[in-house]
């Protein structure tokens, strides 16, 4: 992965629109009745007060115009929402096999409608150290857990992104890489409150380019953990490969977790950029999650 220093578009601080007025706005709307059905649908899920700190939001602009998707393009991020228009995302199933004794294939508007969806703003940060302050609309991992009711040998989860060629520009552009894009959690990181399946963010549907239609958020790790249009969730025994650890083991384990004193080999994790200001700040134990999560480590994960 290549560390880009300032792209030619980050603006000034003074050229972002604050949070305030993005909430205002649609507020604003919904009162007015200016937002339809499918607006006031997609504002159902309340932010869950326990993350709600919109300080440092990141415009939406920039959650969707900077993206790692590299299905949809494997070097430029900022062309990633360009490359959508062949990927299909409805209707949309996955599949949940492996150690469970209920497996099952879900259909993912059945599945958004029975979980309790909410808002979370979370901050993430990406291990090439450029970071964001989002607001994702989801639910947690545990409850699909518990409803397929997971073995007592099942140990951990591997994730698969869906595998279209025809679709996904990206593939063909470079296709030396390990498709399909795949990650891993072990359970008890899966069972974390914080660890969330995503399908909305800013209040909407979630952009092709930021995983549609389903992804995981794990807030405490490095982005890449956070794999996007999931087709498949197998439990596992063994810790299962990921497509980061294939490619350079030496640089991406499997645990990934945002540890400010643990440098990359080629450059230092101790500081983080705001994306789109440039803005620097230290980078946070866990992401600024330990309090949620240091009691599942010992410090040695890598
Ligand atoms: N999932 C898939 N399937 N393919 C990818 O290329 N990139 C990962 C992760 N999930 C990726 C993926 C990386 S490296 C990061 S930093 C985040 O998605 C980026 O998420 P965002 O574009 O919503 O910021």
């Keep these: 992965m290549l560390i880009r220093t300032r792209p030619g578009w980050e603006l000034p601080e003074s050229a972002v629109t604050p949070e305030k007025f993005y909430l205002n706005r649609r507020q604003l709307l919904a009162a007015a009745g200016f937002l339809g059905v499918e607006g006031l649908m997609a504002d159902t899920a309340k932010r869950n007060p326990e993350f709600a700190d919109a300080t440092k939001l990141t415009p939406e602009f920039a959650a969707t115009g900077y993206n790692n998707f590299y299905e949809l393009h494997p070097t430029d991020k900022e062309k990633a929402k360009d490359l959508g228009d062949k990927f299909i995302t409805e209707p949309w199933s996955f599949e949940v096999s492996g150690l469970v004794n209920k497996p099952k294939k879900y259909d993912l508007d059945d599945i958004r409608k029975r979980m309790p969806m909410e808002e979370r703003i979370y901050r993430f940060r990406c291990v090439e150290t450029w ?87 794990t807030p405490w790790k490095y982005g890449y953990k956070s794999i996007k249009a999931i087709v498949k969730i197998e439990f596992t025994e063994k810790e299962p490969p990921t497509f980061w650890n294939k490619l350079q083991s030496s640089e991406y384990g499997f645990y990934s977790n945002v540890e400010p004193g643990k440098p990359h080999p080629r450059w230092s994790q101790a500081n983080e950029r705001l994306i789109p200001t440039g803005e620097r700040q230290k980078t946070l134990q866990y992401n600024g999650y330990e309090k949620y999560v240091a009691g599942m480590y010992n410090g040695k994960e890598f």
């Design 131 to 217: 970071a964001m302050v989002v607001p994702w609309t989801g639910f947690p991992i545990s409850q699909l857990i518990k409803e397929v009711e997971p073995k007592p040998n099942a140990k951990y989860l591997r994730f698969v992104t869906a595998n279209r060629p025809d679709q996904f520009p990206g593939m063909k552009m470079a296709p030396f890489y390990p498709w399909p894009y795949h990650e891993g959690l072990r359970m008890d990181e899966a069972m974390n409150p914080l660890a969330m399946f995503v399908t909305g963010i800013y209040g909407k549907p979630l952009p092709k380019q930021n995983g549609a239609p389903l992804r995981v958020v």
